[in-house]
């Protein structure tokens, strides 16, 4: 099949073009949001071509991923049909709803029009999908090439604008964790967070934007990985640290209560619990060696690529044959 797809999420783009379908990924001259093309710190196969908008009212396009509420609008337009009617359509919520959260109306409830697939059961739920059709394809990932070691005594933690998102990223959690052992932050926006939390350098360091080889390597040497988000939706970098065989302590929150079994490390919402942990896996590392491997059982099936990708074929076959 010939998709539509835009460059949204950098981890899960990465693992969806890896199927076995040519990828159109809209671009623009300035790589805007609208127009980021290919990934230049992923390892993308070459079958995710760029395309420029102009180019695709001539372009054959079987269906369109859509994974933002502008992207409907944008893809009639460059299209130059009506997407859902013309073309399939699904659309890949990555997220878990914001403000009143029992109530929160997904923006393509009540629709007939589209496919609404979620990346988590958890997102599912909490979502309003009204009468709109919906699926759940679980994340996958490509394994990295790093395998955890663990030899340094410091804990790693991969957040996104960690001080914009604060409490949603458990930000405000760090000193805690930094009294146990050195905190290596790594993500987009993180320069300045050491100032902004009152921790000095030899307590927590900064690693901005670093390209996933390197930070996957750089992660593997860690002790333990701390996933301290109060709500979000599955964090790939969690998934990824947990197939590098890394141990987890992690806040029993949103999908993270599914996907991090007891013998993995530490799931609770007692802090007092997790610091108990974090301290153990710095003074024990053999303790740390077996809750990774657990760790890395648990992901190698439900999270592996094959599975993927096999899932999301097999929900673009029926998308498009149906539509037929």
């Not at 509420?69 to 699904?90: K, S, T, Y």
Request: charged letters at 25%; hydrophobic letters at 40%; proline letters at 6%.
């Amino acid at each position: 099949m010939n998709v539509l797809v835009w460059h949204v999420h950098g981890s899960w783009t990465t693992s969806f073009v890896h199927g076995r379908h040519r990828y159109l990924v809209p671009v623009t001259p300035d790589r805007g949001p609208y127009g980021l093309g290919r990934a230049r710190t992923y390892r993308w196969p070459g079958s995710a071509v760029e395309v420029a908008p102009a180019e695709l009212r001539r372009a054959e396009v079987d269906v369109v991923v859509l994974q933002r509420p502008e992207e409907f609008d944008l893809a009639c337009e460059w299209l130059g049909r009506r997407v859902g009617r013309d073309v399939p359509a699904v659309y890949v919520e990555h997220n878990t709803p914001k403000g009143d959260v029992p109530n929160t109306r997904h923006p393509m409830a009540d629709r007939d029009d589209l496919l609404l697939t979620h990346v988590t059961h958890f997102n599912e739920l909490f979502w309003d999908n009204g009468a709109t059709r919906t699926a759940v394809v679980e994340h996958g990932v490509v394994a990295p090439d790093a395998e955890w070691t663990g030899e340094l005594e410091r804990l790693a933690v991969v957040i996104n604008e960690p001080v914009r998102r604060w409490r949603v990223t458990g930000t405000d959690l760090l000193p805690r964790f930094a009294a146990v052992a050195p905190l290596d932050v790594f993500g987009m926006g993180v320069a300045g967070l050491a100032r902004r939390l009152g921790l000095p350098a030899d307590r927590l360091a900064e690693h901005d934007d670093v390209p996933q080889e390197r930070m996957h390597a750089e992660l593997a040497r860690r002790r333990a990985y701390l996933h301290l988000c109060r709500w979000t939706s599955l964090g790939l970098s969690l998934v990824e640290a947990m197939t590098m065989g890394m141990p987890v302590v992690a806040l029993a929150s949103t999908e993270a209560v599914a996907a991090v079994p007891p013998e993995a490390g530490a799931l609770s919402t007692r802090i007092d619990t997790l610091l108990e942990t974090a301290r153990r896996f710095v003074d024990d590392p053999a303790s740390a060696a077996r809750a990774g491997a657990a760790a890395r059982r648990a992901t190698r099936d439900r999270y592996g690529l094959n599975r993927f990708l096999a899932d999301w074929d097999r929900l673009l076959e029926e998308e498009t044959c149906g539509s037929r």
